[in-house]
């Protein structure tokens, strides 16, 4: 039973990288406006629609190689343009409004953009085809290490480094960390808050589109609905990691892409508990795992303290 | 600034609202242009969209090509037929929710559909009440008419109002692994979906398998809409099993078999009819090279019969895969069509007013060669046309392997 450990611990590792990439965008939008972006998940959709179209539109034959860094930019174009416009024309007006109408505006979004996909995107009700990597599995010791897997490998951490000295370093970073501690001194202090909290959702977007090509290069398809159950794993993740928490975000991530894996994997294995396991149960064990952490450390992993400001 | 964009807001709201008008108007004036003398409705229930839609457009369409078919050549004199098609997407409570309004549509005198099983169990009920018959052109699911203990001999057939022209699981899982053992397979590892019509047709899979000889290296399930399989993969892998059975639709099938097989592992995916689908080997990809599935009734592309069937619905480039279930909607419409004509001839040219328990009446005495085979059923609903068809994926289309009915 356990020789297949290695790769259970890959499985997961793999699929809890997308998770964080995609929860970076709950995080850093709820750390600056307190507002649960869930939209997020279509946002995360269309990166991969985006994605998509720039390889439909590239002569037919294009080595992937050659395509994926347009592809990239393209999903990522995508991604931010729909982000920024839901932040301009949804939430910016909704930033006084009492707490709960930009959360009900962003089910409202996420709905509509649902539905714009599946119904003006050309042969969208149904899954679109994902072009692939044709090469691959690697064997790694015990591993086996697909194509797809290959590049969440590679993308996933170069993000995670990338914004982590993004927010550090960079003015705009600072300006960030500033408008997240106190939103009203930081605009005395002349930093130009409309812009930092756009820069944001930007950021947020970005990632999801990079999350979003991970996706469709590891399952051979994107689908409008992809980013309901994506976004909603997400979310755990975030609030896993400690939401408003960027490092947490993608320890959340790693921690939920395992946890799903291994209970999946193992469960059954457990005296008296073969009922449970299986790959049916796998978005179980997520959520029974995000209910513990609420029970017994409400700030998440890597909490920030939020109760204080909400 | 509040107040204008309150105007936009309202100016945008007025032109849809005016948009959706003139689109109904348009609607149910061309509806009563068309009709010289009666309209009669063929109501379709079907995924037409998300899951299962590929198969679910197949039978919209299959239904649409023999109204067609029965308005150009006058079938029934004096009516004119048209289809009304709903869609379930896959979901129990959907289709109720259609099968309730089709029930409330007066014009409806018979429904074609739905696609899944576990959709006809919740829709069964309410044709009953009213009496409008159904037939399936794809539950296979042996259930739906005889009964929940068919499996121990007490087959009770529940519903007099449904029919179905596609074979049942019974059958259809025995003769897969009938074939899997034929072909040498020793250790099958069994997946489903856990809904009515995977779980049904696994577990019968699974029994028959075992009694052919063969050992089972492991179960599993899976939900609907579920994508990554990694998990589930690697333990398919490290238990050793030479193939895999899939009970469920090609949705998930072709991402299991695509992840399978690039995860090293080239042991070939078996589904039913559920899988057999020109989509699950454009989503699934080389991966699928190699894989079975077994599927109701003869090969349509190669029915002499359903060779004009198939070249309307290519110049017609209607959506969908009219491989599967195509031929048996088209026989299945026509079946209501007939019992209609019928019905219509006996009362002196016009539709009585209890036309749809007479209705009913005609489809179990229907008896006729249809384009994908003879249509006729027994005392349980059932379809007399037992055939059955493994195909294979060679080549990147499915091929068919072997037809046959089974025989114990």
């Known amino acids: 039973m356990l020789h297949t450990l290695p790769q259970q611990l890959a499985n997961g590792l793999f699929l809890g990288s997308t998770y964080g990439l995609i929860a970076i965008g709950y995080t850093m939008v709820y750390g600056i ?7 997020h998940g279509e946002i995360f959709m269309t990166g991969g629609f985006g994605a998509l179209t720039v390889y439909l539109v590239l002569p037919h034959g294009t080595s992937l190689w050659l395509a994926l860094p347009l592809m990239l930019i393209g999903g990522a174009a995508t991604s931010v343009l729909i982000a920024l416009g839901a932040e301009r024309f949804a939430y910016r007006p ?19 953009l649902q539905q714009a996909v599946h119904n003006l995107y050309p042969k969208a009700t149904s899954p679109r085809v994902f072009p692939q990597i044709p090469s691959g599995p690697w064997h790694l010791g015990g591993v086996d290490i697909q194509s797809g897997d290959l590049f969440t490998l590679i993308a996933a951490p170069i993000c995670m480094v990338v914004l982590a000295l993004f927010v550090r370093k960079s003015r705009t970073g600072r300006a960030m960390q500033a408008t997240a501690q106190d939103p009203d001194t930081a605009q005395l202090m002349g930093i130009d808050t409309n812009r930092i909290i756009a820069t944001a959702f930007a950021i947020g977007a970005v990632f999801a589109a990079v999350a979003a090509i991970c996706y469709g290069l590891r399952y051979g398809q994107v689908s409008y609905d992809m980013g309901f159950e994506a976004g909603l794993k997400a979310f755990t993740a975030a609030v896993l990691g400690g939401i408003g928490n960027i490092y947490g975000a993608m320890l959340g991530g790693l921690v939920l892409g395992l946890a799903e894996a291994l209970a999946t994997a193992y469960m059954a294995d457990i005296p008296g508990m073969q009922q449970l396991g299986g790959q049916a149960w796998s978005p179980v064990w997520a959520f029974v795992l995000l209910i513990l952490v609420l029970l017994l450390r409400p700030q998440g992993l890597l909490g920030e303290r939020v109760a204080d400001r909400a | 600034m509040r107040h204008r964009s309150l105007l936009v807001l309202s100016i945008a709201l007025t032109g849809a609202l005016t948009v959706t008008a003139c689109g109904s108007r348009g ?3 061309s509806g009563g242009d068309s009709a010289s003398g009666t309209t009669v409705t ?5 995924p037409l969209s998300g899951q299962n839609s590929a198969t679910g457009l197949g039978i919209q369409y299959g239904v649409q090509i023999a109204v067609d078919d029965a308005n150009k050549n006058k079938t029934v004199p004096g009516v004119t037929f048209k289809v009304k098609a709903l869609d379930d997407q896959a979901q129990p409570a959907t289709g109720q929710q259609n099968a309730t309004s089709l029930v409330a549509d007066s014009s409806v005198l018979g429904v074609v559909g739905p696609l899944n099983s576990g959709v006809a169990q919740s829709m069964q009920q309410v044709f009953e ?10 539950n296979t699911n042996p259930a739906l008419t005889q009964g929940p203990n068919w499996a121990s001999g007490t087959k009770v057939r529940g519903y007099k109002t ?10 259809q899982g025995a003769y897969a692994a009938q074939y899997a053992s034929g072909s040498g397979k020793k250790n099958a590892f069994v997946v489903d979906d856990k809904q009515t019509y995977g779980a049904g047709l696994a577990g019968i899979f699974k029994d028959a398998f075992a009694k052919d000889g063969g050992a089972i290296a492991g179960t599993d399930h899976v939900s609907t809409g579920d994508k990554d399989f990694s998990t589930l993969v690697t333990k398919i892998k490290s238990s050793g099993a030479d193939m895999l059975y899939y009970g469920g639709q090609y949705d998930e099938a072709s991402l299991l078999s695509k992840q399978l097989k690039a995860a090293g592992d080239n042991i070939p995916l078996m589904g039913g009819d559920g899988i057999f689908s020109a989509t699950y080997i454009s989503v699934g990809g080389t991966g699928t090279e190699g894989d079975l599935a077994t599927s109701v009734g003869s090969p349509v592309d190669g029915l002499a019969t359903a060779q004009d069937f198939i ?7 209607y959506p969908g895969d009219y491989g599967t279930y195509g031929g048996y909607s088209y026989d299945a419409a026509t079946a209501i069509i007939k019992a209609i004509g019928n019905v219509v001839a006996a009362n002196g040219g016009k539709v009585p007013s209890d036309a749809r328990a007479k209705v009913v009446d005609g489809v179990q005495k229907a008896d006729f060669d249809g384009i994908a085979g003879h249509v006729s059923f027994d005392q349980f609903g059932d379809t007399n046309n037992k055939q059955l068809t493994v195909y294979q994926v060679t080549g990147g289309k ?3 392997v072997k037809t046959g009915a089974y025989t114990g």
């Open chain 1, 33 to 39: 406006v307190q507002l649960i972006n869930f939209a």
């Open chain 2, 162 to 171: 449904y029919f179905r022209t596609a074979t049942t699981d019974a059958l």
């Open chain 2, 42 to 46: 063929i109501g379709v229930d079907a």
């Open chain 2, 398 to 400: 499915w091929v068919s």
């Open chain 2, 311 to 317: 070249s309307k619905y290519k110049a017609a480039k």
């Open chain 2, 27 to 29: 609607g149910s004036k």
């Open chain 2, 129 to 138: 009440t009213a009496n409008l018959v159904e037939i399936s052109p794809s």
């Open chain 1, 94 to 112: 909704l930033r006084t409004a009492p707490r709960l109408a930009p959360l009900i505006a962003a089910i409202g979004l996420s709905l509509a």
